[in-house]
């Protein structure tokens, strides 16, 4: 994957309104959704039956098991039959019943282990996130050496040097030297939280430390703090066992551990009594499982993007032709890019959400191609679908539609063919450049690897190459072994150009270039992009939210609403005359610097839910034109006057 | 809208004087200061709106969060109806200073706690300075505030939690909890920049309505000049922790005088006008005020430049009507 991709990767992973997160389910005491979550997941599913059977188990000891566990009173080395089900010790015990009694204290270890390991972690990594300062550095570096010492053997050392204090003492040395994992994580993400708007509010508004460590801090971390739970109590399970089988903790208490002792004490596997050893280390494994299953199926639901789902493509209204039944054309020699029908859809937990709805354009040769629209509305969604960058490991699919560009059919073609295409003639820059450039490599190094991975350029040709690019775009060559975080944002951007411009494309798509930066710095940007566009001659697609920004600079603007183009005409047609109600709300949201100072209404409501969007025109609920026939059925675009709109009124002028 | 100049000091509902404050950055052995904000005089009068803009960096957000006491001043002082902030003792008084400056956050995504309902920091707020207030008075309350933000019906979108209310709901919802403190002045960081555009305007007139409804004076800090005319009577300008301009808004932006506020203004998009190319080669690079000289600190960009401004830290001056400027050449 190249750079640019990079970046992509942080932003759809993070959408603009996401799918629901979780803690606001667990803060807000929403069990019947935590429910339904756990039941659709079967990784949970089967983690919870299991922990079930256990401690069911641990719970009826004496009515499950069919003798007492203790009673030395059978025949020895019995092998397994309907009166001992796996069979007999050489200490003349029923095995099974053994087993079966030994659940309770097993059990009993994993979960107090937990518990203790947990509320430690909390009480360390969360402190050290918020106090910062010294007390975050001391408390991280005993973290850290815990985290790296040789548990195993320290634990070992202390508990046979308290062998007789037995089962308690194992308790406590495992809780107190297992949370440093769990410790390391939560601080990590406190410390992101740190910087999280609704804590720094809270503080203004007035509330004590404690309080909010406690009541804002804690209920938004809820998944990880049951995470680090069901972590440690696996780490229990696992780390108890090894201690009991060499021994350790009390041998002549009831537990899985302690047979496994017992069972190798005795050379069980070669006495014929093969399961007083294997069942009670199944025993562990299947105890470990589940709560390995629950972990990792609480880590799925409560971070969405580890969730993989099925676009269910039967559920996705209309007719959608499939990329299979459509076949490759070549493009008029006067565009560069033809995008038809083109469709993409996002998996979600309410069914498919189709976010570019069937959008055709055609770029031009040396074209500057504008698309506004607001968050939400498909613009970051069709640039990844024309650049071939969704699917894994974004989200996302091509559900319908080609994108004809030099000749071929992108939609079509290979991972190993589209990197012949990209970079080289198609070059892509993304929101934000701080993401999409890796701040462990300069400059230069980003650019040997691009170069490297998309031609054969010898090692002084990159070097001329890079200084070429930089020297384009205004940026001094001494910058060429800069870190990322060494260029301010403005010269950032220019550098993320730069790149895009290594092997002079013929179409550079351009996700909100300019978004981040000072009105200064981005019209100085603007007018740099212009000019090498009109000095070297590729095309751009370039999507901005900010109408007013592209109005100097594009030839033509498409106006994207609800995944769908409500209207695509030429700059200063669309400045003059907008025909879409919704072109219009947009013109008159701005503030002007300069004409006459007069109330503005913006556009009441919000863009809809994609997942269920209105019949009809899809702009009607905020329409102030609405009329009947606006909502009973799909509104066609429509040519007027070389504008093609998406409104019934269309044509009447408006 | 209702301008009003900066009128007398009497009438100041909160004024700073001198107001500095500095970061220590670098690594120990090479201890370096940051001048964040440098001996900034502004004042806000009751049920004025004040814009504050600048680029990112120039010390705005420093600004907010040392009027929200979040940071102490290095220097200088605050005076909040002709008591100094520095003179405040106790957790009681900072308390009551709290409810009257309260802050509306940037980003409508990060500023509302998602484990909670809506209603959860608004309620908070009220327990903390409202004591006065019984269970159902709160209750209320509430209603009351989520009405006068626009978040209809209250009843229901109290119980909503933040992931199931759009951007500008949201940033409603910062409002809602700056109201139900009785506030005398909200300071507002950049609340709608994360904003869509269609939406943007619905929250700045929300703010016009506060003003002209429940008397609160703001402090509305941002980078988009075009909104500060919009909304605010006056505007102050600062770049890299000074403030160079202020005046009443139309007068500023019309007639900008400081020749930072001039490139600033010209380089707002406008469809309406001509693109101003004359300095479209600044290509807006703010000094880094780290341990400064004297002298101007727009100097390597300014087009007017003279000898003193190498040496002499321009101070703001008179201009009359309101106007000041801290430049040696502009008049
Ligand atoms: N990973 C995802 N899973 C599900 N839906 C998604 C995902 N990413 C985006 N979406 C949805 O797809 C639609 C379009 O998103 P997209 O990011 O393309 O919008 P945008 O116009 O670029 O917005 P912005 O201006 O905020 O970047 C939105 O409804 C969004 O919620
Ligand atoms: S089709 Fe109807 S509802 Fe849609 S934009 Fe046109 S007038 Fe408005
Ligand atoms: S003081 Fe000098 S350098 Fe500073 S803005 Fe005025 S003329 Fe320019
Ligand atoms: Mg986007």
């Given at each position: 994957?190249?750079?640019?991709?990079?970046?992509?990767?942080?932003?759809?992973?993070?959408?603009?309104?996401?799918?629901?997160?979780?803690?606001?389910?667990?803060?807000?005491?929403?069990?019947?959704?935590?429910?339904?979550?756990?039941?659709?997941?079967?990784?949970?599913?089967?983690?919870?039956?299991?922990?079930?059977?256990?401690?069911?188990?641990?719970?009826?000891?004496?009515?499950?098991?069919?003798?007492?566990?203790?009673?030395?009173?059978?025949?020895?080395?019995?092998?397994?039959?309907?009166?001992?089900?796996?069979?007999?010790?050489?200490?003349?015990?029923?095995?099974?019943?053994?087993?079966?009694?030994?659940?309770?204290?097993?059990?009993?270890?994993?979960?107090?282990?937990?518990?203790?390991?947990?509320?430690?972690?909390?009480?360390?990594?969360?402190?050290?996130?918020?106090?910062?300062?010294?007390?975050?550095?001391?408390l991280s570096l005993v973290t850290d050496v815990i985290l790296v010492l040789p548990i195993f053997p320290l634990i070992i050392v202390i508990t046979a040097y308290?062998?007789?204090?037995?089962?308690?003492?194992?308790?406590?040395?495992?809780?107190?030297?297992?949370?440093?994992?769990?410790?390391r994580q939560l601080r990590s993400q406190a410390l992101s939280l740190r910087t999280r708007e609704f804590l720094e509010s809270a503080r203004v508004r007035g509330e004590r430390r404690l309080y909010v460590i406690l009541f804002e801090i804690l209920p938004t971390m809820t998944s990880l703090?049951?995470?680090?739970?069901?972590?440690?109590?696996?780490?229990?399970?696992?780390?108890?066992?090894?201690?009991?089988?060499?021994?350790?903790?009390?041998?002549?208490?009831?537990?899985?551990?302690?047979?496994?002792?017992?069972?190798?004490?005795?050379?069980?596997?070669?006495?014929g009594m093969p399961w007083w050893a294997l069942a009670p280390g199944i025993c562990l494994a299947l105890l470990g499982a589940a709560f390995a299953l629950l972990n990792y199926a609480f880590d799925e639901i409560s971070s969405p993007a580890l969730r993989v789902r099925k676009l269910e493509r039967s559920r996705i209204p209309g007719r959608l032709p499939s990329p299979a039944d459509t076949t490759p054309a070549v493009a008029p020699d006067r565009s560069v890019l033809k995008v038809e029908g083109l469709?993409?859809?996002?998996?979600?937990?309410?069914?498919?959400?189709?976010?570019?709805?069937?959008?055709?354009?055609?770029?031009?040769?040396?074209?500057?191609?504008?698309?506004?629209?607001?968050?939400?509305?498909?613009?970051?969604?069709?640039?990844?679908?024309?650049a071939r960058l969704l699917g894994a490991p974004l989200p996302g699919e091509i559900i319908g539609g080609r994108v004809l560009f030099q000749g071929q059919d992108l939609v079509l073609l290979e991972e190993r063919e589209l990197r012949r295409v990209r970079w080289r003639d198609l070059s892509v820059v993304m929101q934000s450049a701080m993401n999409a450039l890796n701040p462990v490599l300069t400059v230069a190094e980003q650019m040997r690897d691009a170069c490297r991975a998309h031609s054969k350029m010898s090692k002084a040709e990159i070097e001329e190459r890079s200084r070429e690019v930089l020297r384009l775009v205004s940026i001094d060559p001494v910058h060429l072994h800069s870190y990322p975080h060494q260029l301010s944002g403005g010269m950032r951007q220019r550098a993320m150009i730069a790149m895009a411009l290594l092997f002079t494309p013929d179409l550079v798509i351009m996700d909100e270039p300019t978004s981040a930066l000072d009105v200064v710095a981005q019209r100085s940007l603007m007018v740099q992009i212009k000019e090498l566009q009109e000095r070297l001659g590729f095309a751009v697609i370039f999507v901005t939210h900010d109408m007013s920004l592209v109005s100097h600079f594009s030839d033509r603007l498409l106006v994207m609403y609800a995944g769908q183009v409500a209207e695509l005409s030429s700059t200063r047609e669309l400045f003059d005359r907008p025909r879409h109600p919704y072109s219009q709300g947009l013109l008159e949201a701005f503030p002007s610097i300069r004409g006459p100072k007069v109330r503005l209404l913006g556009i009441p409501g919000s863009p809809p839910d994609l997942a269920h969007p209105p019949a009809g025109c899809r702009f009607a609920p905020r329409c102030a034109h609405v009329q009947p026939r606006c909502t009973e059925g799909e509104v066609p675009l429509s040519t007027v006057n070389g504008s093609v709109v998406r409104c019934v009124l269309a044509e009447e002028g408006h | 809208m209702r301008p009003r100049g900066g009128g007398a000091l009497s009438e100041a509902l909160l004024r700073t004087e001198g107001l500095t404050r500095h970061f220590r950055v670098g690594k120990l052995t090479s201890r370096q200061t940051l001048h964040a904000v440098d001996d900034v005089d502004l004042t806000i009068g009751r049920g004025e709106i004040v814009a504050l803009v600048g680029e990112s960096g120039s010390g705005k957000s420093t600004i907010a969060r040392l009027l929200a006491l979040v940071h102490r001043p290095t220097r200088g002082e605050i005076w909040f109806e002709d008591r100094p902030l520095s003179r405040l003792r106790g957790r009681r008084s900072r308390l009551a200073y709290s409810a009257a400056v309260p802050m509306v956050f940037q980003d409508p995504y990060s500023s509302i706690n998602p484990?909670?309902?809506?209603?959860?920091?608004?309620?908070?707020?009220?327990?903390?300075?409202?004591?006065?207030?019984?269970?159902?008075?709160?209750g209320a309350e509430l209603n009351r505030v989520l009405d006068a933000v626009g978040l209809v019906p209250a009843g229901e979108t109290r119980r909503r939690f933040p992931y199931e209310l759009s951007g500008g709901q949201r940033q409603r919802v910062g409002f809602a909890q700056a109201l139900a403190l009785r506030p005398k002045l909200i300071v507002a960081d950049e609340p709608v920049s994360m904003?869509?555009?269609?939406?943007?305007?619905?929250?700045?007139?929300?703010?016009?309505?506060?003003?002209?409804?429940?008397?609160?004076?703001?402090?509305?800090?941002?980078?988009?000049?075009?909104?500060?005319?919009?909304?605010?009577?006056?505007?102050?300008?600062?770049y890299a922790g000074h403030l160079v301009e202020e005046g009443p808004t139309e007068d500023v932006l019309q007639r900008p005088k400081h020749p930072y506020t001039q490139l600033l203004v010209s380089a707002v998009p406008d469809p309406r006008a001509e693109l101003g190319l004359a300095d479209a080669r600044d290509v807006g690079e703010p000094p880094k005020v780290v341990d400064p000289k004297p002298g101007c600190r727009f100097r390597q960009r300014c087009p007017l430049a003279v000898a003193e401004c190498e040496t002499v830290t321009p101070q703001l001056r008179e201009l009359g009507d309101g106007r000041r400027v801290a430049c040696h050449v502009a008049s």
């Open positions: 994957m190249s750079a640019s991709s990079i970046g992509a990767t942080d932003q759809l992973a993070t959408p603009p309104i996401g799918p629901k997160p979780l803690v606001a389910e667990v803060g807000g005491g929403r069990l019947g959704d935590i429910w339904r979550a756990i039941s659709r997941n079967r990784k949970a599913v089967a983690g919870l039956l299991l922990l079930l059977v256990f401690v069911v188990v641990s719970i009826f000891p004496g009515q499950i098991a069919p003798d007492d566990p203790t009673a030395q009173t059978y025949p020895p080395a019995l092998g397994p039959s309907w009166h001992h089900l796996l069979g007999t010790t050489s200490l003349r015990q029923d095995i099974f019943s053994q087993l079966i009694f030994g659940t309770r204290l097993s059990l009993v270890i994993a979960l107090a282990v937990g518990a203790i390991a947990t509320v430690l972690a909390v009480l360390i990594g969360v402190s050290a996130a918020y106090l910062g300062g010294i007390a975050d550095g001391i308290r062998k007789n204090s037995g089962l308690f003492m194992l308790i406590i040395v495992l809780g107190v030297l297992g949370w440093s994992y769990g410790a703090i049951v995470a680090t739970f069901l972590g440690s109590a696996l780490y229990a399970v696992l780390a108890a066992a090894g201690l009991q089988f060499i021994g350790l903790g009390d041998p002549n208490s009831q537990s899985w551990g302690t047979m496994l002792y017992w069972a190798q004490s005795n050379e069980a596997l070669f006495a469709s993409v859809a996002y998996a979600t937990d309410a069914g498919p959400v189709v976010a570019v709805d069937n959008v055709d354009l055609d770029v031009g040769r040396g074209e500057f191609l504008a698309i506004v629209g607001e968050s939400g509305c498909g613009k970051s969604t069709l640039l990844y679908a024309i | 484990a909670y309902r809506v209603s959860h920091g608004i309620v908070r707020g009220m327990k903390l300075h409202r004591g006065d207030l019984s269970r159902t008075g709160r904003l869509d555009v269609s939406i943007r305007v619905g929250v700045l007139n929300l703010m016009g309505e506060l003003r002209e409804q429940e008397g609160v004076s703001f402090l509305y800090i941002t980078h988009d000049v075009a909104s500060a005319r919009y909304l605010a009577d006056r505007i102050l300008v600062m």
